[in-house]
């Protein structure tokens, strides 16, 4: 650009932004950096904070942008702020958008990063790697107005806001007298009419090409659901006109409201109810994740009955068609190979899945293949972490089918990345092994084996897509 020639260098376990040109462009060049002037002349720059907003403003395809209005995106989480060449690579070879910044307060807790950082690292990852076509940076599971408010100061492009601390989960449970009572008492007696007047006496048939949808809605369901959402729905609305203000009219962010952390699973009703009240308030979303039927744990395959999946997968996609055609979201989508197919062929491939974990394990496996007494450390640390760290996941690993290390030789241990107890013991402790004077050497493997973990990376992300059904792009 402007006679220079701008690149990622790599100096021992330092990436460093290299400027290379005539002495007269390069004293004009925005980056800061220590100039070396014999020629031809040279310039080499740290990827600090400062020069992270210069390469943004330079190289405009560095800056995340909206991305959920593509049909097919991925969230890859990179926990490490390594994995995104990977997954770029990935991505390349398919029709899909990737949202490659994706991470929530409790990620970024564990591994000590804050969301400037990881967009930073996503940035030059792109930059290194040249992919111009858009990415996105995910505020995940953001929980409060002062989160959200975090997260667009360092400049995410969609925010996913998690309702499950606002929700009234009670209002499943209780009788039906105190329903009543407390919808006399909570609700607002205009709103209340007005919420009622939406619901009843009408039948909701939504039409589709596997069979149409039909919903009623008694009185006592429509105020079970009003008593359920209602401070949910107020906070949404606040922070949709935070985002608004923030960015001004045109909507530059994607909303994702997601319900997928609580502890049943949201019915087509559910659902349906949520996004007319939605609409109701002015409140468009992007995308939503409800919590789908069967089990989506950490790092591992679907758990539960697939013929019931593709039946409440369909009911919630045709409501998302009908309202406005944002995107069912498929959180902890990691590693979902058996129900990937029936997502892909019944979304038509418009969808979004966030995955994460996956990645982390694949570091873990490189590990396990290039430094087997480092893995051996990681696996103890693990094991000592499990009752702490089990409190925060909700997994069902089974300890005692995990082989003792004492019984693997080295050449074996990877062989542990593809058993499920060991992957969910490896996935949820990932924040102790990061916080343990381990984390050093971690990454300092993954920095030396950085094109290593790239291709790990590549073919596991690329089995994702294919699954998905995504379509190859024509090369
Ligand atoms: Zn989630």
């Known amino acids: 650009m402007d006679g220079l020639l701008y690149g990622m260098v790599r100096a021992n376990q330092q990436k460093k932004l290299i400027v290379v040109g005539e002495k007269e462009s390069l004293l004009k060049d925005p980056f800061t950096g220590q100039l070396y002037s014999h020629a031809p002349s040279l310039k080499m720059c740290d990827l600090s904070p400062e020069n992270t907003r210069v390469l943004m403003d330079l190289f405009p395809f560095t800056k995340p942008v909206r991305v959920l209005d593509f049909p097919t995106t991925i969230g890859t989480g990179d926990r490490l702020g390594l994995a995104t060449p990977g997954h770029l690579r990935a991505v390349h070879q398919f029709k899909v958008r990737p949202v490659l910044a994706q991470q929530s307060i409790r990620e970024n807790n564990q591994t000590g990063r804050n969301y ?266 693990a094991l000592s972490s499990f009752g702490e760290a089990s409190k925060q996941y909700q997994v069902t690993a089974d300890l005692s089918h995990i082989p003792s290390l004492d019984s693997l030789a080295d050449s074996e241990l990877h062989g542990l990345l593809d058993q499920e107890d060991a992957r969910q013991l490896l996935h949820i402790t990932y924040g102790f092994l990061l916080r343990s004077p381990l984390r050093e050497r971690i990454f300092h493997m993954l920095k030396d084996y950085e094109e290593d973990y790239t291709s790990l990376l590549d073919k596991h992300i690329q089995k994702h897509l294919d699954y998905l059904g995504v379509e190859r792009r024509d090369q």
């Open 116 to 381: 400037k950082e990881v967009i930073a690292d996503a940035a030059w990852a792109v930059f290194q790697e040249d992919f111009r076509e858009g990415y996105g940076a995910d505020g995940d599971h953001l929980k409060s107005l002062d989160e959200v408010k975090e997260a667009l100061e360092a400049g995410v492009s969609m925010v996913t806001l998690d309702l499950s601390e606002k929700l009234n989960l009670e209002a499943a449970i209780l009788p039906k007298e105190a329903i009543e009572r407390r919808f006399e008492g909570e609700i607002d007696a205009g709103e209340g009419e007005v919420l009622l007047h939406l619901f009843l006496d009408k039948e909701f048939r939504l039409r589709g090409e596997r069979g149409d949808l039909v919903i009623h809605f008694s009185e006592e369901e429509v105020k079970r659901k009003v008593l359920l959402f209602h401070q949910a729905i107020d906070f949404s609305e606040e922070v949709y006109q935070c985002i608004h203000q923030h960015t001004g009219r045109r909507p530059l962010i994607d909303f994702e409201l997601s319900i997928d952390e609580i502890p049943h699973p949201t019915s087509p009703e559910t659902h349906l109810f949520l996004v007319i009240v939605l609409r109701h308030r002015g409140i468009w979303v992007t995308s939503l994740a409800p919590r789908f039927i069967g089990e989506f744990q950490k790092g591992i395959d679907y758990r539960g009955e697939i013929t019931s999946f593709r039946d409440q997968f369909y009911r919630h996609l045709l409501i998302t068609r009908h309202y406005g055609d944002y995107k069912l979201s498929i959180h902890s989508g990691s590693d979902k190979f058996s129900i990937f197919p029936h997502i892909g062929e019944i979304s038509q491939g418009r969808v979004h899945l966030k995955t994460a974990g996956t990645s982390w394990l694949e570091a873990v496996r490189l590990i396990s293949l290039q430094n087997p007494s480092l893995y051996r450390e990681m696996h103890q640390k």
